[in-house]
């Protein structure tokens, strides 16, 4: 699949800091890939998360170039999410369909996530819309990164 691999580059939270984002796909067996992200502050070094899960392709008996995606992921803020969404050669578009907390999860409380990955140019555009407790969904984050492979 086209976003195999890691993909390392440079990210902007919306009104807030620019990151370093690594972000890798690896295949752990047919249609699941390992999904891990990190995302630090340069300047600093300052960690602002990690997150690790699954992405699960079933393609289409009709047209295996497009299909279902699916997303579990879970971050250091103390929760996870499950997305559900499409796929389709270059992108994938995914819609959160439920998401779990610690009793300690940091607050305001995400309550829903809408996450774009599109192939651009042989490059991994990521785009991440947030809702939480304190405002309505709205665009989050966005990066741009590029394949680590030589």
């Not at 610690?102 to 809702?131: C, I, W, Y």
């Not at 990066?143 to 492979?149: G, I, R, V, Y």
Request: charged fraction near 25%; charge should be positive.
């Amino acid at each position: 699949m086209w976003f195999e691999g890691c993909w390392s580059g440079k990210g902007k939270v919306v009104n807030g800091p620019e990151y370093d984002n690594k972000m890798c796909f690896t295949k752990t067996k047919d249609k699941t890939y390992l999904f891990e992200q990190s995302f630090v502050i340069p300047a600093s070094g300052f960690g602002l998360t990690v997150e690790t899960g699954y992405l699960r392709i079933h393609p289409n008996k009709e047209d295996s170039s497009k299909g279902k995606a699916e997303l579990i992921v879970c971050g250091g803020f103390g929760a996870c999410l499950t997305h559900e969404g499409t796929y389709e050669k270059g992108k994938i578009d995914l819609n959160s369909t439920g998401i779990i907390r610690t009793s300690t999860a940091k607050q305001p409380f995400v309550t829903e996530t809408k996450r774009r990955f599109f192939n651009s140019n042989g490059q991994l555009l990521h785009e991440m819309d947030l809702g939480s407790t304190a405002h309505e969904i709205r665009p989050h984050l966005n990066a741009q990164l590029s394949s680590e492979k030589k």
